[in-house]
């Protein structure tokens, strides 16, 4: 067998180890996606929604930041969206629930229903998110204190599906609601200079 026949051997050999590398990782993708529980699948899409809102009633000088990791006194939490402005630091978290909600603002958990199509109904305990969006509130203040920023934060729970069972100040079932919330003057004015160091903080990947 001449030298160049092996050379054609042995690069077909290798085209077809490429391709069979590349049909598996195809595969395992879609088996990932497949197999996605449909909690973290809706959770994604909210989340995915909820920006887009938040995107639309952004003005001029606001800052987004999404999926922010802070920490304090060993205590970690994820925030889905980071607002700051002129008028504060806001914390919107996203839940999309499908069903009927359960609860009260002061329970430490709530009650999710749902009823498939075939009529039967399944039942799943939450986090209240008042009680998560306010534990949020105190980490990044805590955590930007730290840093020097003694800065007002508020937070709320935004229900893409408009169906929470409460509705107080920390609960968010609109664009509307969220304008409000984050161009509302409260207890903070933040300069140019303020918000870009804030923004850095929580940018920061190794605060």
Request: aromatic share 10%; hydrophobic share 40%.
């Amino acid at each position: 067998m001449s030298e160049l026949s092996i050379f054609v051997i042995i690069a077909i050999v290798v085209i077809i180890i490429a391709i069979i590398a590349i049909i598996g990782n195809s595969i395992s993708d879609r088996s990932s996606q497949e197999y996605e529980r449909p909690e973290e699948r809706a959770g994604r899409e909210g989340e995915y929604i909820a920006m887009n809102i938040i995107r639309r009633v952004l003005r001029n000088g606001d800052v987004l930041l999404t999926n922010v990791d802070i920490s304090y006194d060993g205590r970690k939490a994820e925030l889905d969206n980071v607002i700051i402005n002129k008028y504060g630091v806001f914390i919107i978290e996203v839940k999309n629930y499908a069903g009927t909600i359960y609860g009260k603002t002061d329970d430490y958990t709530w009650i999710k229903c749902k009823t498939d199509p075939y009529g039967n109904t399944f039942t799943k305990t939450v986090r209240n998110p008042i009680k998560q969006v306010n534990r949020q509130v105190y980490l990044l203040a805590r955590h930007l204190e730290e840093y020097g920023f003694y800065v007002w934060v508020e937070g709320y729970a935004f229900f893409v599906q408009g169906n929470s069972p409460v509705w107080c100040k920390e609960v968010l079932g609109s664009s509307n609601d969220i304008d409000k919330a984050v161009h509302t003057f409260n207890k903070n004015r933040l300069s140019v200079s303020d918000i870009e160091s804030i923004k850095a903080i929580l940018l920061d990947p190794c605060r």
